[in-house]
Structure formats: structure tokens, C-alpha cells
């Protein structure tokens, strides 16, 4: 018999604590899933479309902006030279991201190269939007490596006049930031036309555009890059040192300033130093051996234009080729979706693109021809 006062402990009771607690743990989660973050540019796409790979199928990753989002087509880069690479950036995206998307990769993929764009370094932590820090880090799975790339964020954003929850708690339950997610009135609206393949970025509202830009004169002078983001540059080389991965840095053409094209230049030879090839297009002849004219080839200051992008794609796909030991994927099926991203983006030439694209291309034939 049970002693006076004492209550008996039913083991169904810690049944239904767990059970209670699962619940609770689903519905965060979905609530998570349904009110969490929703980029205008529907950005979660880069994340979601990476996971869905076969394992071992990625032989190229290239990291950036924009800039990279828009600069490598891939599909034409497997058509053409059977290379199949995946685009892993998104608007703004900090610098601080690019080891831990690394890791993240390499979770399920071997690629034989890793190509980065180091006009991020330009960036310091007074210039760090929170809204590009979760197009990544909002849609990466939970896992330690989320965890670590949280606190990453955090240490480099300390001390900046930056937007980012340095508590961190909004990062890992996105719900505590998109609460209000549930009226439709707050939820974002979609601006620009995009169409994602592996990653590259067609905004078809402003790729086939054609903005005159300004090219400087080059010059080899230096300026120092903000010290917490070249600490975070020589942590990447660090890392880059230990994996087997190869690494190439670039520099993509754009209209850069003087004092941009210095502190790229500090950037470079940091990577220099460390044993690692880094291909500037800033220089004018390196944008001529693109076959890139001013006039024609950028949709604004920043980014290529989809004609421009074309011929980036190919100088960079051949550099791959000659350099680096990437198959040719063609005819694998294995691969197939890389050459039915191919014929999506073609059919959409076709189609939904047409006229932008003729009226693009009139304008570069017109600068071809000797035309103002």
C-alpha cells in the first residue's frame, strides 16, 4: 500500500509530456515553415533547389552576389561545355556567408572547384542588411553548421550600425520575427521577373537591358578593406587550405570606382600571397579579351546584362576546361536536369523573354556595327 500523501506516479504521465511536447515542437515548426522569412525576390529557391541534388552531381559552385547570380549562366555553361555547376548567392550577400555555404555544400557534394567573387570583401559591418543575411541563412536546414554560420553573422556584425539580431534568437525561430506573417497585407510582394536554373539569377525584367557604363583607367594601388571583413577573408583562405576542393577567385567586370578597384586590389593580393589564382576583370583588357563593350553588355553599373553574361560564361567555362579537371557531364543522365534547365531557358528565349531579347540584341548589333 501506498504510504500517506504520497502520489502515485503514473508512467502515462511522461507519455503524455513527451507527446505534449512533440506537439508543441510541430507546431513551431510549422508555423516556422508558414510565417517564416519570404523574400520578395523569392530567393529561398537558391537554398531549396541545392538540397533537392543528387548527391555528388555538382562539380563547379560558384559564391557571390548578385553580381554571380547573374554573371555565370550556367545552363549554357553545360550545354556548351558540359560543365554542371550550381550558383550559391543571392542579393547582397555578405561576405562572412561564403565558408560555411562551403560547408554546407559539402555536406552532400564533392565539386572539384570552388569559384568566389571578392567584390563582397568591399563590404564592412556597417553595410550588413539583415534581409541578406536570411535569404541564406533562413533557408539552410538546421544543422550545426547553421548554428555556427549564425554566430558567425553575429561576431562579425558586433559593434556595426547594422540591422542584424545580434540575440541571434530571431534566426533560429524565424516565428519571433514574422509573427505578423499571417496577414496577407504584410506578407511581400514580388517585384521583377525571375527565373531561377542551378542557381543563376534571370530577372528578366531588367536582364536584357542595356546601360551604358564607365570604365576607369586601371591602376595597381591599394586600400585596405574594412579589418573584420579581411579577417573573415583570411579565415576563408584558411579553411580553403584544409578541403579538397580547388579555389578560384574572380573579380566580375562592373563600373568600378578608384577607390573600389584599390581595395579589390588589397583583396587580391592577400589571396595571391596565399598560393591562390585570382581573375580581375576590371582591367580594360581584360574586359576586351571578353569581347564586353561599355556601351552595351551591363543592364546598370553593377551587373551584366544577359548578352554580357554570355560572354563571361564562355571565357570562364574554357578557363575551367583548361585548368581545372571538371568531366564533361553531357549526355549523362545522371545530368539531365542541367540540360533541361538548358531548354527551359531557350524556350523562354522563345517566348516569355522574346521581344526583350530581340530589342537587347538590336542594340548590341548596333554598337557592333559602329552605331551610338
Not at 179 to 189: I, T, V
Amino acid at each position: 500500500m501506498a504510504a500517506k500523501g504520497k502520489k502515485i506516479r503514473h508512467p502515462w504521465n511522461a507519455v503524455r509530456t513527451v507527446v505534449f511536447l512533440c506537439l508543441i515542437l510541430l507546431i513551431t515548426l510549422g508555423f516556422n515553415q508558414f510565417l517564416g522569412f519570404a523574400d520578395a525576390e523569392e530567393s529561398e529557391h537558391i537554398m531549396d533547389e541545392f538540397y533537392e541534388q543528387k548527391e555528388n552531381s555538382v562539380d563547379v559552385v560558384y559564391f557571390g552576389t548578385s553580381a554571380s547570380q547573374r554573371a555565370y549562366v550556367v545552363p549554357k555553361a553545360y550545354h556548351d561545355d558540359g560543365i554542371a555547376a550550381y550558383t550559391m548567392a543571392c542579393g547582397t550577400q555578405p561576405f562572412v556567408l561564403t565558408k560555411y555555404l562551403m560547408k554546407e555544400t559539402l555536406k552532400t557534394q564533392k565539386p572539384e572547384l570552388f569559384i568566389v567573387e571578392l567584390r563582397g570583401t568591399c563590404q564592412d559591418k556597417d553595410k550588413l542588411w539583415d534581409v541578406a543575411v536570411r535569404r541564406m541563412v533562413d533557408n539552410m536546414k538546421m544543422s550545426q553548421n547553421k548554428i555556427d554560420t549564425i554566430q558567425a553573422v553575429i561576431d562579425y556584425a558586433e559593434g556595426g550600425e547594422n540591422t542584424i539580431d545580434t540575440s541571434g534568437l530571431s534566426y533560429y525561430f524565424p516565428l519571433l520575427k514574422y509573427h505578423g506573417r499571417w496577414n496577407p497585407s504584410k506578407q511581400p510582394k514580388k517585384w521583377g521577373n525571375i527565373d531561377y536554373y542551378k542557381g543563376y539569377t534571370l530577372d528578366h525584367g531588367v536582364c536584357f537591358k542595356t546601360t551604358e557604363i564607365s570604365s576607369i583607367q586601371t591602376n595597381d594601388s591599394q586600400a585596405k578593406i574594412a579589418p573584420e571583413t579581411e579577417a573573415v577573408l583570411r579565415d576563408l583562405l584558411d579553411y580553403c587550405d584544409t578541403i579538397d576542393t580547388k579555389v578560384l577567385f574572380v573579380i566580375s567586370p562592373y563600373e568600378c570606382t578608384e577607390y573600389g578597384m584599390q581595395r579589390l586590389n588589397y583583396s587580391k593580393a592577400i589571396c595571391e600571397e596565399r598560393g591562390y589564382t585570382v581573375l580581375n576583370f576590371l582591367p580594360l583588357e581584360a574586359k576586351a579579351s571578353l569581347g564586353l563593350n561599355d556601351k552595351c553588355c551591363y543592364y546598370n553599373r553593377e551587373h551584366l546584362n544577359y548578352y554580357g553574361s554570355t560572354l563571361y560564361t564562355d571565357y570562364i567555362s574554357k578557363y575551367i576546361k583548361a585548368n581545372y579537371d571538371i568531366p564533361d557531364r553531357r549526355g549523362d543522365d545522371k545530368y539531365s536536369g542541367w540540360e533541361e534547365e538548358y531548354e527551359r531557358l531557350m524556350q523562354n528565349m522563345e517566348t516569355t523573354y522574346y521581344e526583350k531579347f530581340i530589342t537587347m540584341m538590336a542594340r548590341v548589333n548596333e554598337v557592333k556595327t559602329g552605331g551610338q
